[in-house]
T-cell receptor, first 116, second 114 residues
């Protein structure tokens, strides 16, 4: 059974702090790992990581996949109150050996609260 | 704007009532999905449809049925709603382009069963 585990489940920090969110996974036919930010509505895409191990960056956010440890981290530096959200990790995998169909399995998410 | 459209946005049902959640995408994606999200549980897959004419169970299919009416539309039906089905439901679609998979989510349906 596919497993995606995120830690911590919740985190409270002050503006300006740096945070690291963790995601580990056990899936067959791994394809990629995705990070999403969810505020009030639908998840919005942040990063997609593959086994290439290349770090992705966007402003104060960065993420990398460790394919040996089957895990990923999401770093946010100089946090702002607008970073308060649920951060979801999801693993995308092939459903069949032909590789034409795939699905996402989500972790439970990390609730980040940034206080002024 | 192109994307995934879900209706309704909010719904309150009485226990035992039935309803259908509608989802449509205009991106010509092959795969579509229904997820539910409960507090502290992330998103859990209910059903998915890898292509028009096919549907398969996800992690939590009990109490639900789906129909992939055509390539655009994927509906989720609750035949006899139960309080345990109170949740936020998200529809999504995906397409592979050049080795990369893009997932697009609808804005969600907040369902309360009393």
């Amino acid at each position: 059974e596919d497993k995606v585990v995120q830690s911590p489940l919740s985190l409270v920090v002050h503006e300006g702090d740096t945070v690291t969110l963790n995601c580990s996974y056990e899936v067959t036919n791994f394809r990629s790992l995705l990070w999403y930010k969810q505020e009030k509505k639908a998840p919005t895409f942040l990063f997609m990581l593959t086994s290439s191990g290349i770090e992705k960056k966007s402003g104060r956010l960065s993420s990398i996949l460790d394919k040996k440890e089957l895990s990923s981290i999401l770093n946010i530096t100089a946090t702002q109150t607008g970073d308060s959200a649920i951060y979801l990790c999801a693993v995308d995998r092939y459903l069949n050996s032909g590789g034409s169909n795939y699905k996402l399995t989500f972790g439970k998410g990390t609730l980040l609260t940034v206080n002024p | 704007n192109a994307g995934v459209t879900q209706t309704p946005k909010f719904q309150v049902l009485k226990t035992g009532q039935s309803m259908t959640l509608q989802c449509a995408q205009d991106m010509n994606h092959n795969s579509m999905y229904w997820y539910r999200q409960d507090p502290g549980m992330g998103l859990r897959l209910i059903y998915y449809s890898a292509s028009e004419g096919t549907t398969d169970k996800g992690e939590v299919p009990n109490g639900y049925n789906v129909s992939r009416l055509n390539k655009r539309e994927f509906s989720l039906r609750l035949e006899s709603a139960a309080p345990s089905q109170t949740s936020v439901y998200f529809c999504a679609s995906s397409e592979e382009l050049g080795g990369r998979v893009g997932y697009t989510f609808g804005s969600g349906t907040r369902l309360t069963v009393v």
